[in-house]
T-cell receptor, first 112, second 116 residues
Framework: GQNIDQPTEMTATEGAIVQINCTYQTSGFNGLFWYQQHAGEAPTFLSYNVLDGLEEKGRFSSFLSRSKGYSYLLLKELQMKDSASYLCAVRDLGGGSYIPTFGRGTSLIVHP | GAGVSQSPRYKVAKRGQDVALRCDPISGHVSLFWYQQALGQGPEFLTYFQNEAQLDKSGLPSDRFFAERPEGSVSTLKIQRTQQEDSAVYLC??????????????FGSGTQLSVL
């Protein structure tokens, strides 16, 4: 597999900023995805990074460093509705497959 | 349709029964993926279709699992002689692009399968 590693759980306070890290090992990196999944619901797309740097979309930003095998998702001005699981997925062409492989997800709990 | 639709939403099966799970992708989407998600885990890849062609079935856990997409739209995942370890949420996702340029997957809400 792609050895994708994310923290299992994080907690944060409403209004604060939280950074969710994802590290991975690939032999042919070809893109990293972040998805949000509320309990019992479908994962929904947040971001896609294929080049190094930071991409910002409103309150959410995603960063990628290919040389370090590292990405993070930054959530600003946290709201209670941001409590969810955040899934990091990587596409690795080294194994001959274009299939996105998911990490186990980070469960974020936002409290008042 | 507006999104990816999966049915049934919940399925309870007795061990040994066969089940069929349906996925209606977004109209016109080329790629269709099936994933299996156990409680507290990320989705695990099962199989991939590009139009009607099943290009990758490396994730299917055993020969009891079979998937098809005969006309390049609706897909069915069939599990024969279900076992308790098959209990999980089965997610379907589709994408407008072909496998080598997928940038965004659209997921259905999944079918939660419980095998008793």
């Amino acid at each position: 597999g792609q050895n994708i590693d994310q923290p299992t759980e994080m907690t944060a306070t409403e209004g604060a900023i939280v950074q969710i890290n994802c590290t991975y090992q690939t032999s042919g990196f070809n893109g990293l995805f972040w998805y949000q999944q509320h309990a019992g619901e479908a994962p929904t797309f947040l971001s896609y990074n294929v080049l190094d740097g930071l991409e910002e979309k409103g309150r959410f930003s995603s960063f990628l460093s290919r040389s370090k095998g590292y990405s993070y998702l930054l959530l600003k001005e946290l709201q209670m509705k941001d409590s969810a699981s955040y899934l990091c997925a990587v596409r690795d062409l080294g194994g001959g497959s274009y299939i996105p492989t998911f990490g186990r997800g980070t469960s974020l709990i936002v409290h008042p | 349709g507006a999104g990816v639709s999966q049915s049934p939403r919940y399925k309870v099966a007795k061990r040994g029964q066969d089940v069929a799970l349906r996925c209606d992708p977004i109209s016109g989407h080329v790629s269709l993926f099936w994933y299996q998600q156990a409680l507290g885990q990320g989705p695990e890849f099962l199989t991939y279709f590009q139009n009607e062609a099943q290009l990758d079935k490396s994730g299917l856990p055993s020969d009891r699992f079979f998937a098809e997409r005969p006309e390049g739209s609706v897909s069915t995942l069939k599990i024969q002689r279900t076992q308790q370890e098959d209990s999980a949420v089965y997610l379907c996702a589709s994408s407008l692009e072909g496998m080598d340029s997928v940038e965004k997957l659209f997921f259905g809400s999944g079918t939660q399968l419980s095998v008793l």
